[in-house]
Structure formats: structure tokens, C-alpha cells
């Protein structure tokens, strides 16, 4: 293959790497930015956000369909779950942040131990809900993983606008400058975490019913969003978003290229000391706030 | 082929389970405490989909096992411990197999990392371990005396006894796909060699890490003159590899595929995406479909083991067995029992009487015993070789177009293990 087909692929293959890493960071940016929580377990409720759409998916004939239902069930089910964890779990450690990542970690296993009991071992795949190809002279493309692509713009749009223009935002907003004067003035802030914590959950179930037909359900599969969700998050700033997008630009492209032209490994070696160097010389990451 | 016992096909179900679970069944024993055999279980982690279902071919086996009459008279309990497929987990299960629930030996590995991170603990505490797990490590001599593979033949013999079929028949220029660890390390030395004295050429080697779970990237770094792309990848992600290799192909122009099964174990061929595997051809340690001409015992196995005549389980569809590997679990129990009782075996003191006499034996016929067929044992590496199949994909069902000799896949001994000390 020539290198103009070559960077081709490579750019495709970065660009979806990216979009992929911008979903599943964004809940993870959302739920430490306002709540100051590390969540360790967001991998596992990516991983069920698999799941539960390949459930949907066997439940409902059609392939379409399917992915349809799995788009609207999965994530809301997810997040009912995080608001439950949250009242139950985390609200009762006062969200101390050692506690709170020891029980994420704990929750982590529940969640990822429950899903083999319950779905079994196997990767499960589930349709895309078309089966569009770009036949390029050279190689072949799928189309799905370019509709992922303009899924995830319109998922961060989604919470931009919401975080920006709605009333429910600017609360969150609010308690993520100061929880104390949020409370103040009369925002319950109990509730402002519960719903941060169900919509971060939410957004990596989103996320993770989005990239399933690319890849497959399988109960370990939280392992490496919930790493790369790390590595975009430190990058870009905690509680950025802006940030978010952009480092999930840089290591998802940084990613695609590298390991196209040379061995995957210097991809993610290249990741990971990007990570080192930030935390390092701009602690806070590109875009987020220094802490006070 | 073995008969079923008389009185049980006489006194019929009822009275059969009746006689297995009284005690006087096993009266002729010295002892009437229970042979135990340890089951080193891949049952999560990444050689789940195999774990499974090895436990259920276990399970299977050893309920023939003891409907029979046990082991010297002696009724057979396996006890399953999970080792995560994690080799440093897994010399800790061989500890706790034999010290904890002092088990008589240990058996049922398929990865090989676990294998070579767990057999020289075995080794130590002398124990018999007996792998199911197709690595070249035991005839390489790697391992050690108290490791034996009776029940499937290793990767060296297989991949050298189907490439003069692949050279012959799909191309000589061959590109290699294979995960990066032990394992791909089999068949990448060992194919390019059986290749190259074929005639043929490897032209390129492509190692993937084991955990990868995306593959399109590698693709580039097949070469356009490429006759026969060879694929052999193991864990969870093997769908999305199968899956991306079609859609880097598309429509377009692609070589001939020859890929081991292991890329498609406990996947379901008519899976979407997987349409242009139609016509690839595959190997298979077992046809996981059942064919047209298979022998008596295949149907008596399958249900037996609960999988139906397409290779799922009879209870799911969707359920698919990983049936090229699972006979070597059921294979080993049947030489397990056969060299017990060769050796007279009593008790844990006997283990080494029981090493002698699985070293003594030289092959096993096919059977309901040997369901995957009749094999050639080698004492001194301590491996067996069977035949092996190549498949080919017709109508989204894996048709079988070839059968190896059990002779093309024979080579020196690199080892002989009768000569060390226990």
C-alpha cells in the first residue's frame, strides 16, 4: 500500500479513535469536574452499557431496531443504576476522595464479576444498524465507524449545550465552583451528584452502545476506555470539556498514525509519556482550571 | 470403540444412577475414598469461552467415567479451580490443588502461558499435570517430566501437517496473523519452516499483542502479492479481528484465507459482519459441525458433552462450543483413567508409577474414549499426535475438505523425558 492510502487509513483510524475516546472520557470529565469523584467503575458501566444493548439487541428482531431500542434503553438503565449507587454508596462516604475510589474499585468488581454471572464470557457482537461500506481503491471502510465519528459530535455538542444553555447545567456548574455556596443558596446539591453521577454513567453507556457494533460486548471490555478515559482526562484538564475534545484529538490521531506507520506499542508509549509530561509541567492538564 | 457397561444398558437409567451413587459399587477397591482429580480452569479471564466449556466436557466425562465404574473401583470427584488464565494465578491454583485439596493430579490448561508459568510448580510438589493446551512446550522439553499432553497434538505437528495442503492448494506466498505470545510463536516458527520446505514463502510476519482489540491498523502490513493470508488469534476480541479483516478487504480484491479455528472458537459463523468468510477455509481439531460421515461414537460424544449437530449447545443456539479443542479434555480423562489403572494406582504415593505408565503407552484408538480419532502416543516427549482437519466454509457451515495422516505431522524428538529424574 502507498503512503497516500496509508495516512488515508491511518487519519480514519485515528478520527474514529478519537471520537471513540471523546465518549468515553466525557462522563468521567463530567463526574470528577462537578463531584470531585474518581470513578473508577465508569469502565464497568461502559462495559454494561454494552451488555445491556446486546440484550436489548437479541430481544428485538430487526438489526435497526435494535440498535434503536438499545440506544434509548441501555443508557437510562445505566444511569438509574449510578443514581442509585450514588445515594446509597458514595453519598454515605461524604465523598471522600480516598473512600470514594476505594469503593468505585470495589464497585468496579461487583459490576464486572456480575456480568459474567449474568451475560457469561463470551464477546458478544451486535449488529450495526446499517452495513454501509466505502470501498476505496485500496481498502475497504466501514461506514458505521464514520456515523460513530458524527455521533460523538453530536453527543459533546449535546452536553455543551446543556451544561451552557440549561438551568439544570448551570447548577452543576454552580456546585462545581463552590459546593458550599451552591448550597447556600439553595441547590440541592445532594442532587446535583446523584444526577452528575447518573449522567456520567450514562454518557459511557451511550458511548459504549455507539461503539459496540465496532467492537464486541464482553465483560472485561471496561479495562481499556477506562484507561484511555485516564489518560484523555489528566491530558485535556479534569472538568474540561473543551479540554476533553481536544486531548482525545491529539491521543486518538497521535494513536492512529503512530501505530499505522510503526509498532502499536510506541502508540501507546508515546500516550502514556504524554500523560507523564502534562502531569509533570501543567499538573491541571491543557485546559483545566489550577486547583485552588 | 468402547461398549457401555451390560448391566447399565440392562438395568437401564434409573437403576444405573442407583448403582453409581452406592457405596458398594466401589466395594472391590482397596480404598472407597474417592480418586480427585484437580481441573485448572480458565474460567474467567481471557480464555473464558474456552473455560466453560471445558468444564462442561469435564463434567461430561467424568459422569461416563464413574457410570462406568470409576478408576480401580474407585469413584472419580474433579475439583475446578479458576486460575483467571493468568499464569502467575495459576501456579498458585496447582499449590492449592495438591496441597489443599490434595488431589492426585492436575489437568485441563489450554493457554500456554498458563502452562509454562505452572508446570514447574507441579513439577516441585511432583504432581502429574497433564495439559490440554496444544503448545510445542512439552515435546520441546521446556517443561518437565511431570507434565505430559495425551490428549491433543501440538501446534508444531499440526501446522506442519497442513502445509503442504495450503501450499498446494491455496498459494505459496504466505502472510502470517498471530497473537504475540508463546502460542503465535508456535505457529509462526514452525508454519514458515513446514512452508519453506514446501517450496513456499512467508512474506510477512505480523504479531499482534494478545490483548489488542483493534486490528486495522496491522492490516497495511500485508503484502499486496500475498497468495494466502494465515490467521490465528485467540481471546476475546477474535470477532472484531475477523470482523475488520472484511471490511479492509471489502469487496475488493483479497488473498485466499487459511485460518485456525481458535480465531473463531465460541463464535457463531452466521454472526453479522462474518459474511466473507464464505469460501475461506479453516483448521479444526474437531469438525465442529458434524458430518455426513462421521463415526458411530460423534452423536453418543455430542450428547453427551450437550452440543447439537452445528456445534452449539443443544440448550442455546447461540451457545457455541469451542468443539476443535474441548475433545482433549474428555480425551485426557479417558488416558487419565487408563493409566491409573495401568499402574495399579493407589493413593498420591503412586504418582510416579502413574507418569511410568502413561510414558509406556504409544498410541489410543479411536473411540468413544478418543472421540477426536486414533492417535500416535510418544513416551519420551510426552506428546500425542491425532489427525488434523481442514474446513472450509460453505453455505455459512464449516464443511470439512481435507484429513492430515497422523504421520505428516511427526518429527524428531527434541526430548526425551523418561531419561530424567523425578
Given at each position: ?74 443508557p437510562?438503565?445505566v ?16 465523598y ?24 457469561g ?8 444498524p446499517?452495513s454501509?461500506?466505502?470501498q ?49 443558596f ?35 471490555m ?8 485516564f ?26 498514525i503512530l ?22 509541567f ?11 | ?65 464413574n ?10 470427584e ?53 495439559v ?60 514458515t519452516?513446514a ?39 485467540v481471546g ?187
Amino acid at each position: 500500500m502507498g503512503t497516500g492510502p496509508l495516512l488515508l487509513l491511518a487519519t480514519l483510524e485515528g478520527t474514529v479513535m478519537a471520537a471513540v475516546l471523546a465518549l468515553a472520557a466525557v462522563g468521567l470529565s463530567l463526574t470528577f469536574g462537578v463531584m470531585r469523584v474518581v470513578n473508577v467503575a465508569h469502565g464497568e458501566f461502559y462495559m454494561l452499557g454494552a451488555v445491556l444493548a446486546w440484550a436489548v439487541a437479541q430481544a428485538v428482531p430487526s438489526a435497526p431496531l435494535g440498535f434503536v431500542a438499545a440506544l434509548l434503553i441501555a443508557p437510562p438503565l445505566v444511569a438509574a443504576l449510578a443514581w442509585v449507587t450514588d445515594t446509597t454508596l458514595l453519598k454515605r462516604l461524604n465523598y471522600d476522595p480516598e473512600s470514594t475510589i476505594v469503593a468505585t474499585i470495589g464497585l468496579s468488581y461487583l459490576l464486572q464479576q456480575g456480568a459474567l454471572s449474568f451475560f457469561g464470557p463470551d464477546a458478544r457482537p451486535v449488529a450495526a444498524p446499517f452495513s454501509l461500506r466505502l470501498q476505496f481503491p485500496w481498502f475497504g471502510y466501514s461506514g458505521y465507524k464514520l456515523f460513530v465519528v458524527l455521533a460523538a459530535l453530536l453527543v459533546l455538542g449535546a452536553v455543551w449545550l446543556f451544561l451552557r444553555r440549561s438551568k439544570a447545567g448551570l447548577v452543576m456548574r454552580a456546585t462545581q465552583v463552590d459546593r458550599n455556596t451552591a448550597r447556600a443558596f439553595g441547590i440541592n446539591v445532594d442532587r446535583v451528584y446523584a444526577g452528575t453521577f447518573a449522567l456520567g454513567a450514562g454518557l459511557a453507556a451511550l458511548a459504549a452502545v455507539l461503539v459496540v457494533p465496532i467492537s464486541q460486548a464482553h465483560y472485561l471490555m471496561g479495562h481499556d476506555p477506562l484507561l484511555l478515559s485516564f489518560i484523555v482526562v489528566i491530558i485535556g484538564g479534569l472538568g474540561s470539556l473543551r479540554g476533553t475534545l481536544i486531548a482525545a484529538l491529539i491521543i486518538g490521531l497521535a494513536d492512529g498514525i503512530l501505530s499505522m506507520l510503526y509498532p502499536p506499542t510506541l502508540a501507546k508509549i508515546v500516550a502514556t509519556l504524554a500523560v507523564a509530561l502534562v502531569l509533570v509541567f501543567r499538573p491541571q492538564g491543557l485546559f483545566g482550571a489550577p486547583a485552588r | 470403540m468402547t461398549h457401555l457397561p451390560r448391566r447399565c444398558v440392562l438395568a437401564g437409567l434409573a437403576a444405573g444412577s442407583a448403582l453409581a451413587l452406592s457405596p458398594a459399587r466401589f466395594a472391590m477397591a482397596q480404598s472407597a475414598a474417592p480418586i480427585k482429580l484437580g481441573f485448572q480452569l480458565h474460567r474467567t479471564g481471557i480464555g473464558a469461552s474456552y473455560g466453560r466449556w471445558y468444564e462442561r466436557t469435564a463434567q461430561a466425562a467424568l459422569t461416563r467415567v464413574n457410570a462406568a465404574g470409576g478408576i480401580n473401583g474407585r469413584p472419580v470427584e474433579i475439583v475446578f479451580e479458576d486460575d483467571g488464565t493468568d499464569p502467575k494465578r495459576g501456579a498458585e491454583v496447582v499449590d492449592k490443588l495438591v496441597s489443599q485439596h490434595g488431589c492426585d493430579l492436575i489437568f485441563g490448561p489450554l493457554f500456554s502461558h498458563v502452562v509454562i508459568g505452572s508446570a514447574p510448580r507441579a513439577g516441585e510438589l511432583k504432581v502429574p499435570y497433564l495439559v490440554c493446551s496444544e503448545g510445542y512446550h512439552v515435546a520441546s522439553g521446556m517443561l518437565n517430566r511431570w507434565t505430559l499432553q495425551p490428549g491433543i497434538t501440538d501446534v508444531r505437528a499440526q501446522v506442519s501437517s497442513m502445509a503442504p495442503w495450503v501450499t498446494s492448494t491455496l498459494g505459496k506466498k504466505v502472510t502470517m496473523v498471530f497473537p504475540d505470545y508463546a502460542f503465535g510463536h508456535d505457529h509462526r516458527d514452525f508454519f514458515t519452516a513446514a512452508v519453506e520446505a514446501q517450496g513456499g514463502q512467508i512474506v510477512a510476519k505480523i504479531a499482534v499483542p494478545p490483548t489488542e482489540t483493534s486490528f486495522t491498523r496491522y492490516f497495511p502490513q500485508i503484502p499486496a502479492d500475498t497468495d494466502v493470508l494465515y490467521h490465528v488469534m485467540v481471546g476475546p476480541a477474535v470477532l472484531t479481528f475477523v470482523k475488520e479483516l472484511g471490511e479492509f478487504y471489502g469487496s475488493g480484491a483479497r488473498p485466499q484465507i487459511f485460518g485456525f479455528i481458535d480465531s473463531l472458537e465460541a463464535v457463531d459463523l452466521a454472526g453479522p459482519g462474518l459474511e466473507f468468510l464464505e469460501g475461506t477455509h479453516f483448521w479444526e481439531g474437531h469438525c465442529r459441525v458434524k458430518q455426513a460421515d462421521a463415526p458411530a461414537w460423534e452423536g453418543e460424544y455430542r450428547a453427551a458433552v450437550g452440543v447439537d449437530d452445528n456445534g452449539a449447545s443443544v440448550s442455546d443456539a447461540k451457545d457455541v462450543a469451542t468443539y476443535a479443542h474441548m475433545f482433549s479434555v474428555w480425551e485426557t480423562l479417558s488416558v487419565i483413567k487408563q493409566g491409573m489403572e495401568a499402574a495399579g494406582y493407589q493413593s498420591t504415593a503412586d504418582r510416579q508409577k502413574f507418569v511410568e505408565a502413561v510414558e509406556a503407552m504409544t498410541g489410543f484408538d479411536a473411540g468413544l474414549d478418543h472421540v477426536q480419532g486414533t492417535k500416535t502416543f510418544n513416551g519420551k516427549t510426552h506428546q500425542v499426535f491425532g489427525q488434523q482437519f481442514i474446513s472450509k466454509v460453505e453455505g455459512g457451515k464449516l464443511i470439512r475438505v481435507h484429513a492430515t495422516a497422523i504421520e505428516d505431522g511427526l518429527y524428531p524428538d527434541a526430548v526425551d523425558y523418561t531419561t530424567q529424574s523425578f
